[in-house]
């Protein structure tokens, strides 16, 4: 075990100054908590009150062994029941990269809670008990995280000191996700083979699988190269706010970069008005830039008087986004109130533009575990499924397989105001 | 090119400020003078820049206040020309609102019923507050916009899921939403932060000389609000705060740092974490923070 005694290993004035976001899911027993503590705890990222915290815990529960499982069980009901409900976020960092962990259940009844962890995160760790191979929920991780475009994977075969160490059934069980996931499209896969309840290959490689020539667990976090795909992505910045400081004569539209990058003297074409002008300045509170990318918050000056709005999308002139009324989607229902049918009147919230929304049609649903698209004409709570949708004004997308945060929207109940679903756009017209 | 991670926080924190700057009618910005809202006051400064910041700021006084604070709020509103909220503890117990209880000094949970007041008074719909979600269990799992019903109370197990960067602000009248723009904060991100950006702070943050005491390992401020044990002597230390909250229940750590960077480099090396070491109110048990903010607190 690690002491807290030990100096803490990151140089103070150079500290990691890129970010992964990544995501997890697990069951119970998968031993993702598990993980995860392995994790804070030998990259040593816990202080000593919590570390104590979690010895005294431990022990209350009759537990010798630390219970690594227990730093991440944040809320009464979730330790009293020795389950997790919702996405928990986790934070640490190494000398190499700082990270924010998404840490979401694994079950079918959950997988709300996976699409929202998965929506931003850069990397999926999906997490395989070794002597059971994959099941029906590894199946439906990695069909989440292949549906979100989750650009990296992690397949974690957890539990290899209960089968002893054993090539062949990592072998097996690699190969059995590569069979599984080919109509996936997923980018890129990294099988390892993992111990978490040791220790081997968490963070540290392990002598008892000599055979693994692979990165741990940890260093292959630290160095995955994370595609930049948002700032390749055709530019666009969705209005959000009108920065007037009439006193300076200051007119500015302030927004976060959705998609590839704006420089002084380009041109942007505005929507809904279709019209075209010049943008003369990138401005943030600290100066001007010479060139503004996604993800920046920026405050755009026009050269051009036209009439810009909150909702309204400032795009790449040859490359826009479309202007739709009509879409075609995946929607992961999320209500647990009601089902998703056709004829249901919803909000759809896409950007920052909010417009009413009825549902054209259901059309089929997506079995996660075999992926086969089978008829349905109503959806319910964690079902995926394609959907056809009406709008009462149109916003300005792409397809999700563009850009998530363009081609992303959720649908909020009217009466509720919950948010009941998430879309992925397929097609707009 | 990648984006540094303070420039990706920053800039998830301003889209945050920015929707709900859009999106409600009558936000207001929590104030304590603490360091987190400090950071949080500037980034609201940034995020409209060369506007002024469209909302006011506000208070929740309890009335067992350092000096140093309350000199620095009044100071830092009035640079930045917005309008301060102070909604008064005292008041509220005055008013039979909210009672001490026996042989309870903090008035850190008696908060909770002046913030409601006032959000009722002013009739704020959002809230911002500089909570981070790397401080505490409950708030790992708490949405950037968290939604509150009209009682002001939080349901972790109900709350709205928060995907891409959409935050669905829709609410009935009565109820308001707490945004968190530095829930993605660290306690190191933040420090580094106000290192870069000069973010001024209260002169409590750094090492100064102090007569302080000790009490369940914590070393207590000398205040006129907290009865001291005989055997608790008063000894004057070079001390400096972590958190500012509360005088009655926030403790002082020995340092020596005086500037931001010396600051960083204790913090580097410290063991024990912000709220354990400092923070007399989360020791009560594992789920006191989660309790009080299902009554409404921060």
Known sequence: MTTVDEPATDPLFAPADSLLRFATAGAVDDGKSTLIGRLLHDSRSLLADQLEQLELASKERGDEQLDLAMLTDGLRAEREQGITIDVAHRYFETARRAFIIADTPGHAQYTRNMVTGASTADLAIVLVDARNGLTEQSRRHAVLAGLLRVPQLVLAVNKMDLVGHDESVFRGITEEFAAFTERLRLRSVTPIPISALNGDNVVHRSAAMPWYEGPSLLEHLETVEVADEGSTADFRLPVQYAIRAPERDYRGYAGQIAGGSIAPGEEVLHLPSGMRTRVTAVDTADGELERGRAPQSVTLRLADDIDVGRGDVLCAPDRPATAAEELTASVCWMSPRSELAAGARLVLKHTTRSVKAEVTEVRERLDVTTLERGPADRLGLNDIGEIGLRLARPVFCDPYAANRFTGGAVLIDESTHATVGAVLITEAR | ?298
């Open chain 2, 1 to 298: 090119m990648q984006l540094s991670r303070l420039d990706v926080l920053e800039s998830e924190a301003l889209h945050l400020i920015r929707e709900v700057a859009a999106e409600f009618d009558r936000p207001a910005l929590l104030f304590s003078g603490g360091k987190d809202s400090a950071v949080l006051l500037k980034l609201a400064e940034k995020a409209f820049a060369p506007a002024p910041i469209p909302f006011p700021v506000l208070h929740v006084d309890t009335g067992h206040n350092f000096e140093e604070v309350l000199e620095f709020r009044d100071r830092r509103a009035t640079e930045l020309g917005v309008r301060l909220v102070v909604a008064s503890v005292q008041d509220s117990i005055d008013a039979g609102r909210a009672t001490e209880a026996e042989g309870q000094v903090s008035r850190n949970r008696l908060q909770t019923v002046t913030l409601l007041d006032a959000i009722a008074e002013h009739r704020f719909d959002a809230l911002f507050g500089g909570a981070r979600r790397d401080e505490e269990r409950a708030r790992a799992k708490e949405r950037m916009l968290s939604f509150r019903d009209s009682f002001g109370q939080w349901d972790p197990r109900n709350q709205r899921p928060e995907l891409w960067n959409l935050y669905n602000g829709m609410i009935h009248p009565g109820e308001n939403v707490r945004a968190f723009p530095l829930s993605n904060w660290t306690e190191r991100d933040v420090w580094t932060y106000i290192d870069r950006e000069r973010v001024e702070l209260p002169s409590l943050y750094f090492a100064h000389n102090r007569k302080v005491f000790e009490r369940d390992g914590m070393l207590l401020a000398d205040n006129p609000f907290l009865p001291r044990d005989p055997e608790e002597q008063l000894v004057e230390r070079s001390v400096r705060f972590r958190t500012v909250g509360d005088m009655t229940c926030t403790g002082a750590v020995p340092s020596e740092a005086t500037t931001v960077a010396e600051v960083i480099a204790e913090i580097a090396a410290t063991k024990v974490t912000e709220r354990g070491q400092t923070r007399a109110d989360d020791r009560a048990s594992a789920a006191a923070m989660e309790d009080r903010k299902r009554e409404g607190y921060f």
